[in-house]
């Protein structure tokens, strides 16, 4: 492992360097050496320094997980252009608004979606170069120069450029999943990359024996600093693929001879409810990390598959705050705070609380530039999630007098009710437990007598049949009366981020539907 390098740029050249013609990342279609890698850079870089790009500039990348955007990455990185990788399911007042939001001077594009530039091309403040990965020809359009990504590589220099990048120097801005809210976006330096990679490869002990397997996208942080990163650490390879798919999840494992993946959102849960087949267990795979390990499946996922399971803690601003290791692992927890971060759990006062209590989880650094350097363009909400000197998570937990934390849930994911805090996450994780139920999701909706009440968004198992009163059966046995859901709403998919979290803001908004189920017009009755 690299220990003196902490800039994305010279990483990369020092894998060249050492192994130019060996594969770096396979694609389902294509492959990219380190030779291929650090020369396609090289090329990214001058391109953007004759469009007039420089250190501190923005440019955007939205583009499919290929090999373009890997280059695109590494291109933006040697010249000191902060990159913002985009959502490519943004489109009208929201892919604007994190453009203008960025100031962003350029933009590399997949060719299937122009056309929402195109729409929002009077709405663009900043933008005046767009490269398009898939494009045929150069289009002056009197705001902005629209060119063939293609064409410009094969025409460009391959020469390194001449620019100092710092490891505190602003490496990317990640625009949060959204998950409760309108997205902001975090400024992170080339050493916080570096520190969340690090921590990732400690806490797997990846070695270059391993494989990685990704299908998260590489606008998120997972697949880039807990995969990418973590394989020019660690010196292994990577196989990333653009979707996930259950079914044949373990024959892609045993084919690609994966020994590591990451897991987040509802992917072991999805993949522990397909049918069993008796090769399971007979698989490459040695150990996987990521967040929740749901207790319910945490022993059986293991002896089924049989893999080894760590948790980790984390957000796009800290990285990694906590890990579960697998030789010490605690069931439920997220784990202990790693070296670099001091983490507590704060009260509504911001005053520490004593083990086993419920409040928020803060965090700071003992080194610099490993957290975030604030929200770019966001002063206000820089300063307000930064109070008394703690960043404060938005997440509420409790740590036990091992100093093990406990994630309990967002805490606008904790529903009010006449007087009860209820966990969202402790319904949803009775509600996957039903055989007929592939994943859900429990909102607080706004209740007629003050306060909130519980609805319960739920996606059946296909060719599976299910009553709101069959499903509440199931809960009055499982959970307190009061959390039991009042309203019960079915729908064949529900909005997820592209790391696979549940959009909640958005079915706060839609709220209570025409097609919502409400006990309260039924003759049902919650046995007290």
């Known amino acids: 492992m690299y220990s003196g390098i902490e800039t994305f740029g010279e990483i990369v050249k020092n894998r060249a360097l050492l192994k130019p013609n ?39 990348i939205m583009l499919p997980n290929c090999p373009e955007f890997l280059v695109a990455w590494l291109g933006l990185a040697r010249l000191g252009v902060i990159e913002v990788p985009i959502n490519s399911a943004y489109k009208g007042d929201l892919l604007a608004n994190i453009l203008n939001k960025a100031k962003c001077k350029a933009l590399v594009i997949s060719s299937q979606w122009v056309d929402r530039i195109k729409e929002l091309s009077p709405e663009l403040n900043h933008l005046r170069h767009v490269l398009v990965v898939g494009g045929k020809e150069e289009v002056e359009d009197g705001r902005m120069t629209w060119y063939s990504y293609e064409n410009l590589m094969s025409h460009a220099n391959e020469a390194e450029i001449d620019v100092e990048i710092k490891p505190s120097d602003p490496s990317l801005i990640l625009f949060t999943s959204g998950t409760t809210g309108p997205s902001k976006g975090a400024i992170l330096t080339h050493r916080a990359n570096f520190s969340l990679a690090r921590t990732a490869c400690d806490l797997m002990n990846y070695g270059p024996d391993d494989r990685l397997y990704t299908v998260f996208p590489l606008f998120h942080v997972n697949a880039r600093y807990t995969t990418i990163l ?146 770019y363009g966001m002063p ?59 994943e859900s999701a429990v909102i607080g909706v706004p209740s007629e007598l003050s306060e909130e009440e519980v609805l319960a968004v739920v996606n059946v198992k296909d060719e599976e049949v299910l009553s709101p009163e069959e499903l509440l059966d ?55």
């Open 230 to 375: 973590v394989a020019l650490l660690a010196d292994c390879d990577v196989v990333m693929h653009n979707r996930f798919s259950a079914s044949n999840f373990w024959d892609i494992c045993r084919r690609e001879q994966i020994t590591c993946f990451n897991y987040m959102g509802s992917l072991l849960t999805i993949l522990m409810k397909q049918p069993e087949r008796p090769d399971d267990a007979d698989n490459p795979v040695r150990m996987i990390q990521g967040a929740p390990a749901p207790l319910e499946i945490y022993e059986d996922f293991q002896k089924r598959f049989n893999v080894k399971i760590t948790e980790a803690y984390g957000s796009t601003e800290v990285g990694l705050a906590a890990v579960n290791r697998a030789d010490s692992f605690r069931k439920g927890s997220c784990g202990k705070a790693v070296p670099i971060y001091e983490v507590e759990i704060h009260d509504d006062n911001d005053e520490q609380c004593p083990p086993g209590i419920t409040g928020e989880i803060v965090v700071r650094p003992k080194e610099p530039w490993v957290l975030f350097s604030g929200y």
């Open 22 to 60: 060996v594969c770096f990342v396979k694609f389902e279609n294509d492959e990219l050496t380190y030779s291929e890698y650090h020369r396609g850079g090289n090329k990214v870089a001058n391109i953007m320094s004759s469009l007039g790009l420089a250190k501190s500039d923005t440019c955007a």
């Open 380 to 438: 206000v909400e820089t300063v307000k999630s930064w109070e008394n000197l703690w960043f404060h998570t938005g997440d509420s937990g409790y740590m036990d007098e091992d100093g093990y934390f406990y994630f309990v849930d967002r805490r606008k994911d904790v529903v009010r009710r006449r007087g009860e805090n209820i966990s969202s996450y402790e319904i949803e994780r009775v509600l996957n437990k039903h055989p007929k139920i592939l």
């Open 474 to 528: 199931f809960c009055q046995s499982r959970m307190a009366h009061f959390s039991v859901p009042r309203y019960v709403r079915f729908v064949k998919e529900l909005p997820r981020t592209p790391s696979q979290r549940v959009e909640k803001y958005k079915l706060r908004k839609e709220g209570v539907t025409e097609d919502t189920w409400d006990r309260e017009f039924t003759s049902y009755k919650v046995i007290r």
